[in-house]
Nanobody
Framework: VQLQASGGGLEQAGGSLRLSCTVS????????MAWFRQAPGKEREFVAR???????DYTDSVKGRFTISRDNAKNSVYLQMNSLKPEDTAVYYC????????????????WGQGTQVTVSS
């Protein structure tokens, strides 16, 4: 399984970015996908997850601002990030698992290379 993340960049606080993750698995509906992030000097943390049945869940700090979605036809998962804050600055990673997944890094076996998101105040 190969994952390729893209879409990061520099944005001002209050702005928006959309991250994409292209996955080599077919069908995409067979796996659970997630986004994690890692800020400098901090541990990698859970951001959002989307299940086989397209049910999303989010960490509290991004609820109402971020939306995770998947397009099975394009083998892609997205993270729409609105109302960005400086504390959202991190390297964002997409992750995948054939299992249930969750909010812990050890629950995902496959990882993308990460894409940098920087939010200026």
């Amino acid at each position: 399984v190969q994952l390729q993340a893209s879409g990061g960049g520099l944005e001002q606080a209050g702005g928006s970015l959309r991250l994409s993750c292209t996955v080599s698995v077919r069908p995409l509906s067979s796996i659970v996908m997630a986004w994690f992030r890692q800020a400098p000097g901090k541990e990698r943390e859970f951001v959002a997850r989307i299940t086989w049945s397209n049910n999303p869940d989010y960490t509290d700090s991004v609820k109402g601002r971020f939306t995770i979605s998947r397009d099975n036809a394009k083998n892609s998962v997205y993270l729409q990030m609105n109302s960005l804050k400086p504390e959202d600055t991190a390297v964002y990673y997409c992750a995948a698992t054939y299992a249930v997944g969750g909010s812990f890094t050890w629950q995902y076996q496959y990882w993308g290379q990460g894409t940098q998101v920087t939010v200026s105040s």
